[in-house]
């Protein structure tokens, strides 16, 4: 689901990537392919959070912190060679208004992050409602530019033409 998305993604696909059985599969998961996704966005948000902490925490100044994030998660994207964006904005994209346990996955996985960032800035003086407001914006910031970083294959993305075009 990582790479192609929750709709693009067939069950049969998931089964055979996980080396299980359709019967495994509803066994664990009686809700079938969503309630799967569900626990994949749990992993997602864990996965991603750890990333963070580590990011946030390699770094006393807040900005700095966010800036090793970022670094991190360049690296990952460059090492799987631009594959392996975030499950987790993916699905919710495809999710809002169709697949309420989808959306509140998501929404819950974004609130993690946010917190996360949150707490460093309260750390370091910022107000609740500055250090809250702050931290929407650096998630969203960090999830924009993993997405650019991704579709130009860069770890500086550029959007100008002669940057994407083959030379």
């Known amino acids: 689901m990582q790479h192609g998305g929750y709709e693009s993604t067939p069950v049969k696909q998931l089964v055979k990537e996980a080396e299980a059985t359709l019967g495994s599969l509803y066994h664990f998961f009686p809700g079938g392919k969503q309630e799967l996704a569900v626990a994949a966005i749990a992993f997602g948000d864990q996965e991603f959070a750890a990333l963070l902490a580590r990011g946030l925490d390699s770094r006393t100044d807040p900005a700095e912190a966010v800036e090793a994030v970022a670094v991190l998660l360049a690296e990952a994207l460059r090492d799987s060679t631009w ?71 860069s770890q500086t993305p550029s959007w100008s033409p002669a940057a994407t075009s083959p030379a």
């Open 83 to 153: 594959l392996d964006g975030c499950p987790v904005t993916a699905t919710a994209l495809e999710s809002v208004g169709r697949m309420p346990d989808l959306q509140t996955a998501c929404a819950a996985a974004f609130a993690n992050w946010r917190l996360l960032v949150q707490q460093k800035l309260l750390a370091h003086g910022h107000s609740k409602d500055n250090g809250r407001d702050l931290a929407l914006t650096v998630i969203s910031t960090l999830e924009g530019a993993e997405m650019a970083a991704q579709v130009s294959q």
